[in-house]
């Protein structure tokens, strides 16, 4: 059973997802529809409610190729919180596709979200594909927001763009991870993608910029098997951490930087004790 939707079942489109210069030379138009267009706009909205006896997944809103089921609560750790899969009934991002997520967690509510699987972006010969997240953490309140990992395919061009408002008394944990692409396709399929750029910003709910980041990775223009970039290594994890610093004080004292076998992993803080970021 799905969970009820955002009140308003007829709403129009979002707006286009802010663009960024990488971007520029993948404007052309997709032959089988235009971008951004019915099918190609996926929509996922979603708040979360403390209850008092546990955190619900109050109201979602989806337009396809986006989804989610009913809230499950199997963390025994945290028996109150609702864990989400995000499904897209379309198998993996196609060229053309503008992708929306907002996740609004109220005060006091926990939710652990993630994917159902894998996110594949699609081989691509026009165009690029694009998501947009908004996370809205209001005071007191707990998410994990852990996808499955990124596989980008050959000519692939992917843009995700992060916005983040955390109350200083809230915790975000979210993590990204990307592979090399499909390593045992067609002989191999490593590092062969266009583009992958993400963005991530954040702020607190008085719009003080906490932090940006920004990674872009082209391998046909800036090989990226050098020392220092990705080296003899296929999978790249990103892990930020927003939460107060006594929390993050207490996190970073039991962090051992370095290499245990083929995992290389480090942490460092995050400016205007915003909380930690971890590289894997």
Wanted: hydrophobic content about 40%; aromatic content about 8%.
């Amino acid at each position: 059973m799905s969970a009820p939707p955002v009140p308003g079942a007829s709403r129009e489109l979002p707006s286009p997802i802010p663009t960024i210069p990488e971007l520029d030379q993948y404007q052309d138009q997709p032959k089988q529809a235009p971008a951004g267009k019915v099918g190609k706009t996926g929509v996922l909205e979603m708040r979360f409610v403390d209850r008092g006896d546990k955190t619900i997944l109050r109201d979602m809103y989806r337009k396809t190729p986006l989804l989610v089921q009913q809230a499950l609560y199997w963390d025994e750790a945290l028996p109150t919180m609702p864990c989400v899969y995000m499904i897209s009934t379309s198998g993996s991002v196609l060229q053309g596709d503008r992708l929306f997520l907002t996740i609004e967690m109220e005060p006091g509510s926990l939710a652990h979200v993630t994917t159902q699987s894998a996110t594949k972006v699609h081989r691509m010969d026009a165009n690029h594909a694009s998501q947009l997240q908004k996370v809205v953490l209001a005071e007191n309140s707990y998410l994990e927001l852990m996808p499955g990992v990124t596989i980008p395919h050959r000519n692939a061009r992917y843009y995700a763009r992060t916005d983040i408002t955390v109350d200083p008394t809230a915790t975000l944990l979210f993590s990204e991870i990307v592979m090399s692409g499909r390593k045992y396709h067609d002989g191999g399929e490593m590092f062969v993608y266009d583009l992958y750029s993400t963005m991530i910003k954040a702020e607190r709910p008085d719009g003080k910029n906490l932090f940006t980041e920004k990674l872009v990775i082209e391998p046909a223009r800036f090989p990226v098997r050098y020392g220092g970039i990705m080296g003899d290594h296929d999978v790249f994890g990103n892990v930020i951490l927003l939460t107060p610093k006594e929390h993050a004080d207490a996190i970073l004292e039991e962090v051992v930087p370095g290499r245990d076998g083929k995992v290389v992993s480090g942490a460092s803080r995050l400016p205007n004790d915003a909380g930690l970021i971890f590289k894997v």
